[in-house]
Nanobody, 122 residues
Framework: QVQLRESGGDSVHPGGSLRLSCAAS????????MAWFRQAPGKGREGVAA???????YYSDSVKGRFTISRDSARNTLGLQMNSLNPEDTAMYFC????????????????WGQGTQVTVSP
């Protein structure tokens, strides 16, 4: 059974850091296009970061320079290092897997985890 399970969400103060992890079972994180999404209360789902084709990565403008996506082949996990967090980063964060296209917007993500909550507040 294919499963994605996120962990690492927590409550932190502005300026703090968190590292999210997504454990994959039933699939290899290097064989799929892997991404992190987030959804804040009352807002739509937003693509945050992704591993695309040919070793390329995608970051949304709102997290570029602060977040880093990574993959660990030994643990078969997807990671998201988040630095300089601010209240606008508060959201449920989801790990997703799918089929890559040349652009993030054209990639198709069809496997989803249950999410992990990140809260940034003073």
């Amino acid at each position: 059974q294919v499963q994605l399970r996120e962990s690492g969400g927590d409550s932190v103060h502005p300026g703090g850091s968190l590292r999210l992890s997504c454990a994959a079972s039933g699939l290899n994180v290097y064989s799929k296009c892997m991404a992190w999404f987030r959804q804040a209360p009352g807002k739509g789902r937003e693509g945050v970061a992704a591993h695309l084709t040919f070793g390329r990565t995608y970051y949304s403008d709102s997290v570029k320079g602060r977040f880093t996506i990574s993959r660990d082949s030994a643990r078969n996990t997807l990671g998201l290092q988040m630095n300089s967090l601010n209240p606008e980063d508060t959201a449920m964060y989801f790990c997703a897997a799918g089929t890559c296209a040349d652009s993030f917007g054209d990639s198709n993500f069809y496997l989803w985890g249950q999410g992990t909550q990140v809260t940034v507040s003073p």
